[in-house]
């Protein structure tokens, strides 16, 4: 992601950053993307051996094919 900041000083220091709007909801897509990564691998480790069922056997189960 290529950013283009632009800063504002307070006192001779760095205080703000205003970014271009599509950068801004670019980087908030990736931030929360990255959540939901953290979310699914935590859930992931809390079910452990959990059993599963394969979606081959859910569609015979319910009768979804044509």
Same mark, same amino acid.
């Given at each position: 992601?290529? *950013?283009h900041?632009?800063?504002?000083?307070?006192n001779g220091r760095d205080e703000? =950053?205003?970014l271009p709007i599509e950068e801004f909801q670019a980087m908030?897509?990736?931030l929360e993307d990255y959540q939901d990564?953290? %979310?699914l691998r935590s859930a992931? %480790? &809390?079910?452990?051996?959990?059993?599963?069922t394969? *979606? &081959?056997d =859910? =569609?015979?189960?319910?009768? *979804?094919?044509?």
């Amino acid at each position: 992601m290529n *950013l283009h900041p632009q800063y504002i000083e307070k006192n001779g220091r760095d205080e703000y =950053v205003i970014l271009p709007i599509e950068e801004f909801q670019a980087m908030t897509q990736t931030l929360e993307d990255y959540q939901d990564l953290q %979310d699914l691998r935590s859930a992931k %480790d &809390a079910e452990g051996g959990a059993a599963t069922t394969s *979606l &081959a056997d =859910v =569609v015979k189960e319910l009768n *979804l094919q044509p």
